[in-house]
């Protein structure tokens, strides 16, 4: 998502949910974690590499995904 979609207000809203998991959130976030890996496993082994060892060989899209990728995964 660039900036012109409030890429910035998005990441805080996040950011704050991370840092503030409820007890009602936390025993919810496992559908998180589940679409998490089912992303993950529906990438070429290739790509799940180089997201989560060797991000430096990523384009923009495949950054994209992985930050996208680490707030699944920060959240659940």
Known sequence: MND???RNRV???LD???SNKSST???SAIELKNTYTA???SLPISARNSILF???SLNSQ???LREGLD???KLS
């Open 62 to 64: 495949g950054l994209a």
């Open 71 to 73: 707030y699944f995964n």
């Open 25 to 27: 959130f936390k025993s």
């Open 39 to 41: 992303i993950m496993s």
């Open 11 to 13: 990441e805080s809203i």
């Open 4 to 6: 012109s979609y409030g």
């Open 16 to 18: 704050s949910l991370n």
């Open 54 to 56: 060797n991000p430096s």
